[in-house]
T-cell receptor, first 113, second 111 residues
């Protein structure tokens, strides 16, 4: 079964700690994306990557970091520099070329106290 | 600034009725459009894509695109309570692969 997995589903952290969110896909998609969604808000793009070992900042990259060492994996680290990290984090992937339809993983809900 | 606008709703329709969801976009270069359904607490699920002017039907769903007027709509026929969700509209400009998402319209289908 092809799809995108994110883990964990729920994550609780204390303020000041870095935390890494996992995203894996077996759709053979080249492009991967990280979004953040806050209650009543739209999706905001954090980082995206079109190919392995290359990624670009999105609209709200401050306080986040990513890596793309494998085509299948695009982990997101939420650092202590992120002022308001509590949110619903969504990973997506798409083919490179064509329509660029994005498919989303189930999401990780991060709560920082 | 590329924008995709949606009425936040909620749009309330009775079961069995047609639900009409609308979306306007600012970038005339936008070429691909998508509708996602997002249940509360869940991730968005792609339900329709449309690339050319006119209508595209898939089961109870019909997407409509009018590039001259810069709007996209989604019609849901025979609405069911299980259709109650937030519907996100997204568009991609030619030459880009990053979609611009609207904030979504909340749909409530009541029995």
């Amino acid at each position: 079964d092809g799809g995108i997995t994110q883990s964990p589903k729920y994550l609780f952290r204390k303020e000041g700690q870095n935390v890494t969110l996992s995203c894996e896909q077996n759709l053979n998609h080249d492009a991967m994306y990280w979004y953040r969604q806050d209650p009543g808000q739209g999706l905001r793009l954090i980082y995206y990557s079109q190919i392995v070992n290359d990624f670009q900042k999105g609209d709200i990259a401050e306080g986040y970091s990513v890596s793309r060492e494998k085509k299948e994996s695009f982990p997101l680290t939420v650092t202590s520099a992120q002022k308001n990290p509590t949110a619903f984090y969504l990973c997506a992937s798409s083919k490179r070329g064509g329509s660029y339809e994005q498919y989303f993983g189930p999401g990780t809900r991060l709560t920082v106290t | 600034q590329k924008e995709v606008e949606q009425n936040s709703g909620p749009l309330s329709v009775p079961e069995g009725a047609i639900a009409s969801l609308n979306c306007t976009y600012s970038d005339r270069g936008s070429q691909s459009f998508f509708w996602y359904r997002q249940y509360s607490g869940k991730s968005p699920e792609l339900i329709m894509s449309i690339y050319s002017n006119g209508d595209k039907e898939d089961g109870r769903f019909t997407a409509q695109l009018n590039k001259a007027s810069q709007y996209v709509s989604l019609l849901i026929r025979d609405s069911q309570p299980s259709d109650s969700a937030t519907y996100l509209c997204a568009g991609i400009s030619g030459g880009s692969y990053i979609p611009t998402f609207g904030r979504g319209t909340s749909l409530i289908v009541h029995p």
